[in-house]
């Protein structure tokens, strides 16, 4: 399986096949023919920012625009090729940016940004180009160097995050640093909702000529909270009970002969029925064998 | 059915050696004379009530059962006669489908037909044998001991064994009365799958018996070598008939009891013609009985209190002490026939009576009671038979004033319900007893006047049903009566299986909470004479009959005084006692060496909680005059014994024990008690509660070794602590007020696995947290990141202030928490204190759970499962915390041991790697169960008992159709009056609604989920109905191993005991059922900075390391952080989708000898074990196999995960 694996060169759907060498150490079985694999593609798209782009499936860990610089500089430097990476766009390696919170609670906050509304999905990236020529460059380059020897393929070198950086994530947030961004961050907010303020209440007069004072977002509380209460996934399950009308209330449930019937014929009903199913609750015990005292 | 009973009538037939017809004929007149009795005796019950009406339709209602039930074959009813049944069921029984539970249940243990027949057919052959036993001659005994001199049967005589030369009595044999008695004859016998017994009585002809013969084991001696007579003969007959190859004849001790010797047949099974005769697969054995005939005895002489052994007394004057058990084994040999007779009349009376037996039976098996006798050990004297002649006690009467208990009419259910009732209710014991007349001239009657032994007396005989029983197995039967009244009033769960189908007297280490095996200075070899500090002379030879009841009873009483309240109940096993042996030994002992019947005695207790850890055994109060009970007192305890005065002046006497981390001080007491009353040499031996215990994080503060496992004083220091940065807190000014802080934190409702030891920064729970909330305000932002930047605002108004006013004592800083998906702008304030604790605060608002709640329904489709995740994330965090913090503090006063059991559990979780997958408070709810829904068992007194009942229950759940639903009120505590019915307090308790709707959750969950992909365990309370708050987003592997890792658990401790090794091998993680281990190293070693103390180390060194500040600079607190936790939650997040990592969550605690140590783990989720076609958005680390598949890359994914661990990594593993 191995050896046909390594025939493989592109992909049907047009993606090349970019092999690396996975580095030795001491900790794995070490073998030439180990390799981690990159699906590269030209990205076509009528965005202004992903022009000259590629599309880059499965990157490896902790790789950052640097890292990936430079492994792809070495292919260009074997196929004597030049060719200038720009950006690294999308690439959300843990998945912080699947969900945006911010953009779902309100839309005060949007920035306008591609980055904000765009993602590609997980293990995959835009790599961004200086100019269509570099893409072409590279696209060739890689080309040749996923048809090349698995020997000649280029010997990844990964980012290890040192102890210290990861005990960096204990440490506490500098309180300046966090004053700073709030105060800047609060400005900002206010200045958004004053300015959303004012756009509401200018542009809505209807045509009585009366204006509507408040926002969407901006109801009491109760009013909103009836409004996404049934969303809540916690009940979602149960099962939902209409509270009985006024009207209800006030009727009298036991004022006609009919009424006292119907509510005998109800009650047995219910008791055959409850009892139907207790009937088959205990068939499905038995067939479980639930009735042996000593297991 | 009628076929059947004219069989078992012929059998019983042939004691009269008239004509069978005749008999036959009376026997039925009898019958239908009685049933004509008991409709006239029904229609008075009847006509005794008030309300008339409702009476002629409960008739009515009877007899349409009675009808129904039997016609219901043939025409299938219309619906109105089923809504009858359906109705009077509901009244009859506890509901319609406990009553559907009970039908299938005595269907279920119905015995086959053709075995009755099988081995009724050897029956008449017996009787035929038997007949044909010749007559002997008066004997002397030496003449009767040379008989059997060079014959296989040896004559089973009771010790004391009768001096041949100073005997003058005559032996002899003479052909028996022959009959059928026990449940067999009563055809009340059910499947048992290790067989059951059909007694057969012999009764031996008067003529053979002289007035005096009850005294001095003149009887009994007798009876030895009469049935060593028949034996023998029986054992020719047999092989003339060649019936030897498949019959098995051994003696055997009847109920256990010494002085009852009886010839046990059984057989073996034939490879070839086998015999019609041999009823091997029908699994029965038969006992034949030698009985005394009825009332050969003055019954008067017979009585608990007289003395009938004579033994020579050192002072002339003083009189002989009673001999209770003798003269029971004597009186009531010769009344087997007068309680068949007696029972007989009460099942034809009474329509339900055998099937309530059946009920009773399996309700009595099911708790390990049986009709054996107590005093050799065992919950004994009570089994079928005494429960069906108190059923038929009750029929009679069993009132103060003789009024019925039950009643004729009754259902199975409510005969069954009566009886537990009144063994839970009313006392037979120290308050009073219960006469009745087994001729039934008149009605039973409770009387007000006990004799300090559970009494069943009968008035007719004067045979104290219930002499077998000890005043302890009657204690722990009165509470199991209890328990189970308390499950059949519960109208809430369906208590069937608990209360009929879970057999918990299977496992000891189950059912009680301690049990020590005391093994005797020379094991079964021992001598009385080498029990130096206890006698075992005449008197008390004839007291107790042999030394093992001796040893039982008196265990019993030495640790029942010296425990006192410490402990409910103890009960008393005689482990590797033998009760047959070869009809060609004397006694059960004999060849074996032993001098007595068993191996070592196994002590069980059920503690007391909330009194079993007290420092202090008080005794009486000084006097100057010694009371008798302080003389008592002294004695007893000796050396141990000393002076003190109280607090309240009191001047008392008292024994001081210590308590220590891994040792009950019932322990201790157990150790003194035993070697003071029984010998120095015994030896005490309980090799788990100590090592299970051991696994218990002990933490680094003074004197924590010497610390019992329920003492809280660590939590209260943290709470003490916080009470009053609390105080400061609220008395800040800030723009909006605080409203209210509170603690959500483990160690507040005391769970944390680690106890909170100051300055120990490195334990992950190290900081608590604390939810903050101010006053509403509408202007709160409406969108996320500014409102959680606003609320950061707020706390540094906090820390602003805290600085400036007490900047000397307190430290603070902020840190970022990602607890909550996707929320990357919440920030924590995090505070240490003088004391050196530490707490992080985190803000609450109004608005928070809106716009949560806002992001879901903004949400695009796929979008939304994640968002649900985020809000139930924060709903736990935040609101639903402060519930369940608050109700477990609360419990957790009322059950001691939940807080170590909670916290041995999630030791256990985290020695498996699960503990980091699980929510704490998932664990903790899965921990409660033994505690707050514990029927059938009682509410564990142990770690151990906890521990292995969390086990159990995780072990059995089936969460795909089963709900945990939990009722977080203080468990039952005992009742006192047993006044069960609809208490007032029962208000807080969940009702019938409140659980139906959180099942009809559950069935709402399950149709959406059938196979629990997404939500495995539903755990659901009162303060959480939806049960999937803190189960949901656990990925299913990990739901599964937990269940497996369990199962493996419980079965190894089924099947290698519960000792030394097996508890090591249960903390001790199966690494290699994963696909890959990776071993790390982190450079700095967090034990000691965790507060964990090895319990190897020197006290004194440890003391040394204990720590006392905290750095001078936060930033350096991380220095000493676990870099692990980082590591897999950065590559859990990075392969979310393809791989599942686990390691243990507290390095300290399972990193190895110095907390240094961490294993990642990892299984590849099965679908990616495959090729899969290659797609864009497949989101795993791939290779291609062809032009359109690819496969999971896992060596470039390993490659990546050594680059991950880097400096951390020491070893990996790949299968």
């Given at each position: 399986m191995v050896a046909k694996g390594e025939s493989v060169h592109s992909m049907k759907n047009g993606f090349l096949v970019v092999p690396f060498r996975l580095p030795v150490t001491r900790f794995l079985p070490g073998d030439e023919s180990k390799h981690h694999y990159m699906f590269v593609k030209k990205h076509q798209s009528k965005v202004q920012e992903e022009q000259s782009c590629l599309f880059v499936v499965n990157i490896p860990l902790l790789t950052g625009l640097e890292t990936l610089k430079s492994a792809f500089n070495k292919i260009f430097a074997q196929y004597d090729t030049v060719s200038h990476i720009e950006d690294l766009l999308y690439h959300d390696e843990f998945g912080l940016r699947e969900v945006d919170l911010s953009r779902l609670t309100s839309d005060l906050l949007s920035t306008g940004t591609p980055e904000e509304t765009r993602f590609t999905p997980r293990n995959t990236a835009l790599l961004k180009f200086v100019d269509e020529a570099s893409v072409n460059n590279c696209l060739s380059a890689l080309r040749k160097y996923s048809q090349s020897d698995k020997s000649k393929s280029i010997e990844w070198e990964y980012t290890s995050p040192s102890v210290s950086a990861l005990l960096d994530f204990y440490k506490p947030l500098p309180k300046d640093y966090l004053k700073e961004d709030i105060a800047e961050h609060m400005s900002i907010f206010e200045q958004r909702e004053q300015q959303a303020q004012e756009d509401?209440?200018?542009?809505?007069?209807?045509?009585?000529?009366?204006?509507?004072?408040?926002?969407?977002?901006?109801?009491?509380?109760?009013?909103?909270?009836?409004?996404?209460?049934?969303?809540?996934?916690?009940?979602?399950?149960?099962?939902?009970?209409?509270?009985?009308?006024?009207?209800?209330?006030?009727?009298k449930q036991d004022f006609y002969r009919f009424q006292i019937r119907e509510r005998k014929k109800r009650e047995i009903n219910q008791l055959l029925v409850k009892f139907k199913e207790d009937q088959e609750r205990i068939k499905v015990m038995k067939a479980k064998k639930k009735f042996n005292p000593y297991t | 059915m009628s076929g059947l009973k004219r069989r078992v009538s012929e059998v019983n037939d042939l004691k009269t050696d008239g004509p069978n017809i005749n008999k036959k004929a009376l026997l039925e007149h009898i019958e239908n004379d009685e049933s004509e009795d008991r409709l006239a005796l029904e229609s008075e019950d009847n006509n005794n009530s008030n309300d008339d009406s409702e009476d002629d339709a409960e008739e009515e209602e009877n007899k349409s059962t009675t009808t129904t039930t039997g016609s219901k074959g043939q025409s299938s009813g219309t619906a109105a006669q089923d809504i009858h049944i359906i109705r009077e069921t509901a009244e009859l029984f506890k509901s319609n489908i406990f009553k559907l539970q009970i039908d299938e249940l005595l269907q279920q243990v119905k015995l086959k037909d053709s075995h009755i027949l099988k081995v009724e057919k050897f029956l008449h052959m017996l009787h035929d044998l038997i007949h044909e036993v010749p007559e002997w001659e008066p004997k002397t005994i030496a003449e009767a001991e040379s008989f059997f001199k060079g014959k296989v049967v040896r004559i089973p005589f009771v010790d004391p064994k009768p001096d041949p030369s100073s005997t003058n009595y005559k032996v002899d044999y003479k052909t028996p009365m022959i009959s059928l008695v026990g449940s067999f004859a009563l055809k009340a016998g059910i499947y048992q799958p290790h067989g059951s017994a059909i007694d057969v009585l012999l009764t031996m002809p008067e003529e053979l018996f002289e007035k005096k013969d009850f005294l001095n084991f003149r009887c009994l001696h007798k009876r030895s070598v009469y049935l060593a007579y028949f034996t023998h003969h029986l054992n020719i007959l047999f092989k003339r008939n060649k019936m030897d190859e498949f019959l098995q004849l051994e003696y055997s001790y009847f109920n256990n009891d010494t002085l009852l010797p009886i010839l046990k047949i059984s057989c073996k099974p034939q490879d070839s013609h086998i015999s019609d005769y041999n009823f091997y697969k029908t699994k029965f054995s038969i006992n034949l009985i030698i009985g005394f005939p009825y009332q050969i005895f003055d019954s008067k002489k017979l009585l608990p209190n007289r003395n009938c052994i004579r033994v020579a007394s050192n002072e002339p004057n003083q009189s002989l002490?009673?001999?209770?058990?003798?003269?029971?084994?004597?009186?009531?040999?010769?009344?087997?026939?007068?309680?068949?007779?007696?029972?007989?009349?009460?099942?034809?009376?009474?329509?339900?009576?055998?099937?309530?037996?059946?009920?009773?039976?399996?309700?009595?098996?099911?708790?390990?009671?049986?009709?054996?006798?107590?005093?050799?050990?065992?919950?004994?004297?009570?089994?079928?038979?005494?429960?069906?002649?108190?059923?038929?006690?009750?029929?009679?009467?069993?009132?103060?004033?003789?009024?019925?208990?039950?009643?004729?009419?009754?259902?199975?259910?409510?005969?069954?319900?009566?009886?537990?009732?009144?063994?839970?209710?009313?006392?037979?014991?120290?308050?009073?007893?219960?006469?009745?007349?087994?001729?039934?001239?008149?009605?039973?009657?409770?009387?007000?006047?006990?004799?300090?032994?559970?009494?069943?007396?009968?008035?007719?005989?004067?045979?104290?049903?219930?002499?077998?029983?000890?005043?302890?197995?009657?204690?722990?039967?009165?509470?199991?009566?209890?328990?189970?009244?308390?499950?059949?009033?519960?109208?809430?769960?369906?208590?069937?299986?608990?209360?009929?189908?879970?057999?918990?007297?299977?496992?000891?280490?189950?059912?009680?909470?301690?049990?020590?095996?005391?093994?005797?200075?020379?094991?079964?070899?021992?001598?009385?004479?080498?029990?130096?500090?206890?006698?075992?002379?005449?008197?008390?030879?004839?007291?107790?009959?042999?030394?093992?009841?001796?040893?039982?009873?008196?265990?019993?009483?030495?640790?029942?005084?010296?425990?006192?309240?410490?402990?409910?109940?103890?009960?008393?096993?005689?482990?590797?006692?033998?009760?047959?042996?070869?009809?060609?030994?004397?006694?059960?002992?004999?060849?074996?060496?032993?001098?007595?019947?068993?191996?070592?005695?196994?002590?069980?207790?059920?503690?007391?909680?909330?009194?079993?850890?007290?420092?202090?055994?008080?005794?009486?109060?000084?006097?100057?005059?010694?009371?008798?009970?302080?003389?008592?007192?002294?004695?007893?305890?000796?050396?141990?014994?000393?002076?003190?005065?109280?607090?309240?002046?009191?001047?008392?006497?008292?024994?001081?024990?210590?308590?220590?981390?891994?040792?009950?001080?019932?322990?201790?007491?157990?150790?003194?008690?035993?070697?003071?009353?029984?010998?120095?040499?015994?030896?005490?031996?309980?090799?788990?509660?100590?090592?299970?215990?051991?696994?218990?994080?002990?933490?680094?503060?003074?004197?924590?070794?010497?610390?019992?496992?329920?003492?809280?004083?660590?939590?209260?220091?943290?709470?003490?602590?916080?009470?009053?940065?609390?105080?400061?807190?609220?008395?800040?000014?800030?723009?909006?007020?605080?409203?209210?802080?509170?603690?959500?934190?483990?160690?507040?409702?005391?769970?944390?696995?680690?106890?909170?030891?100051?300055?120990?920064?490195?334990?992950?729970?190290?900081?608590?947290?604390?939810?903050?909330?101010?006053?509403?305000?509408?202007?709160?932002?409406?969108?996320?990141?500014?409102?959680?930047?606003?609320?950061?605002?707020?706390?540094?108004?906090?820390?602003?202030?805290?600085?400036?006013?007490?900047?000397?004592?307190?430290?603070?800083?902020?840190?970022?928490d990602e607890s909550i998906p996707y929320n990357l702008d919440v920030i924590l304030l995090n505070v240490l204190t003088p004391e050196g604790y530490g707490f992080k605060f985190r803000v609450l608002t109004e608005r928070d759970e809106i716009l949560y709640l806002r992001a879901i329904s903004n949400a695009k489709k796929d979008l939304v499962p994640e968002l649900e995740k985020t809000y139930m994330k924060f709903t736990s965090k935040y609101v639903a915390s402060v519930r369940h913090a608050r109700t477990l503090e609360t419990l957790s006063h009322s059950i001691p041991f939940f807080s170590p059991v909670v916290r041995l559990f999630k030791r256990w979780l985290d020695a498996h790697l699960l503990l980091d997958h699980l929510n704490e408070e998932l664990v903790e709810l899965i921990a409660l169960k033994p505690f707050v829904e514990s029927s059938p068992y009682s509410v564990p007194g142990s770690v151990e008992n906890g521990f292995l009942k969390v086990l159990k229950f995780l072990s059995q759940w089936n969460w795909k159709e089963e709900p945990l639903i939990l009722d977080l009120v203080k468990p039952d505590e005992e009742l006192e009056s047993g006044s069960t019915d609809e208490d007032p307090k029962s208000t807080e308790k969940m009702n019938l609604g409140q659980f139906k709707g959180i099942q009809a959750n559950f069935q709402n969950l399950r149709k959406t989920d059938p196979n629990g992909m997404h939500v495995q365990f539903f755990v659901a309370s009162k303060i959480d109905p939806s049960g999937i708050l803190y189960s949901s987003g656990i990925p299913l592997p990990i739901a599964t191993r937990l269940t497996a890792l369990s199962k493996v658990a419980v079965n190894l401790l089924q099947t290698h005991g519960f000792n030394k090794q097996t508890i090591d091998l249960l903390f001790t993680p199966a690494l290699k059922d994963y696909d890959f281990v990776v071993h790390l190293k982190s450079p700095s070693p967090l034990k000691i900075s965790s507060g964990i103390l090895d319990s190897s180390e020197f006290k004194n060194l440890a003391n040394d390391k204990l720590l006392n500040s905290f750095p001078s600079d936060t930033s350096s607190l991380s220095r000493k952080m676990d870099p692990t936790y980082q590591l897999v939650k950065y590559l859990n997040m990075k392969y979310k989708n393809s791989v599942i990592f686990f390691s243990h969550r507290y390095m300290a605690v399972n990193g190895g000898e110095k907390g240094d140590r961490n294993v990642i783990t990892g299984l590849i989720k099965p679908f990616f074990k495959k090729p899969q076609k290659f797609r864009v958005n497949m989101d795993y680390n791939s290779k291609p196999i062809d032009e359109q598949t690819v496969e999971l890359n896992r060596d470039a994914i390993f490659h990546e995960i050594a680059a991950f661990c880097s400096e951390l990594l020491v070893k990996f593993d790949t299968d």
């Open positions: 509401v209440q200018s542009s809505l007069v209807d045509e009585d000529g009366f204006t509507l004072v408040v926002g969407k977002n901006t109801k009491s509380l109760n009013s909103i909270r009836k409004k996404v209460l049934n969303k809540n996934p916690l009940s979602k399950h149960e099962s939902k009970v209409l509270p009985p009308s006024a009207v209800d209330k006030k009727a | 002490p009673a001999t209770p058990l003798y003269n029971f084994s004597i009186l009531s040999s010769t009344t087997y026939e007068t309680y068949l007779k007696y029972l007989h009349r009460a099942k034809k009376q009474t329509e339900s009576f055998v099937q309530a037996t059946t009920l009773g039976r399996l309700w009595l098996q099911q708790r390990g009671f049986s009709s054996k006798i107590a005093h050799s050990g065992t919950l004994g004297g009570f089994g079928t038979f005494e429960f069906a002649i108190l059923m038929a006690a009750l029929l009679n009467g069993g009132g103060n004033n003789g009024n019925k208990i039950l009643l004729h009419g009754f259902s199975s259910y409510q005969l069954f319900k009566g009886v537990i009732k009144y063994l839970a209710t009313m006392d037979l014991c120290n308050d009073g007893h219960l006469q009745f007349h087994s001729d039934n001239q008149s009605s039973s009657k409770y009387v007000e006047e006990g004799f300090q032994i559970p009494t069943l007396f009968d008035k007719t005989t004067k045979v104290n049903i219930l002499s077998k029983m000890s005043v302890s197995s009657y204690e722990i039967l009165k509470k199991s009566a209890q328990q189970t009244l308390t499950m059949l009033n519960d109208v809430v769960r369906d208590q069937f299986a608990n209360v009929f189908l879970t057999n918990i007297s299977r496992m000891d280490n189950f059912r009680y909470d301690i049990c020590y095996d005391v093994v005797l200075p020379n094991g079964g070899k021992t001598k009385p004479e080498e029990l130096t500090n206890s006698t075992f002379g005449p008197t008390e030879r004839i007291k107790f009959i042999t030394l093992e009841n001796f040893l039982v009873n008196k265990i019993a009483n030495v640790l029942k005084f010296a425990l006192g309240d410490r402990i409910h109940f103890v009960d008393v096993e005689l482990v590797g006692k033998r009760d047959t042996f070869p009809i060609s030994k004397r006694k059960a002992n004999s060849g074996t060496g032993n001098l007595l019947n068993f191996d070592l005695i196994r002590v069980k207790l059920l503690v007391n909680p909330s009194e079993s850890e007290k420092l202090v055994t008080r005794g009486p109060k000084h006097s100057e005059e010694p009371t008798p009970e302080a003389v008592h007192f002294k004695n007893f305890w000796g050396s141990k014994s000393s002076l003190r005065r109280f607090k309240d002046g009191s001047i008392t006497h008292c024994c001081v024990w210590s308590t220590s981390s891994t040792e009950p001080v019932i322990s201790s007491i157990v150790n003194f008690a035993l070697h003071k009353h029984l010998s120095e040499g015994t030896r005490i031996l309980n090799d788990r509660t100590k090592q299970l215990q051991s696994f218990l994080p002990l933490p680094n503060l003074p004197a924590s070794s010497k610390t019992s496992v329920l003492n809280l004083n660590s939590f209260y220091n943290l709470k003490r602590s916080f009470d009053d940065l609390y105080r400061i807190i609220f008395e800040m000014s800030l723009p909006l007020s605080v409203k209210s802080i509170l603690p959500v934190g483990q160690a507040f409702r005391y769970t944390s696995l680690c106890h909170p030891v100051p300055f120990a920064y490195s334990n992950p729970d190290f900081f608590q947290e604390v939810v903050l909330e101010f006053e509403t305000s509408p202007k709160w932002p409406d969108e996320i990141t500014s409102l959680e930047k606003a609320k950061t605002a707020f706390l540094l108004k906090i820390d602003e202030q805290l600085q400036a006013n007490h900047g000397d004592n307190y430290k603070s800083f902020f840190t970022r």
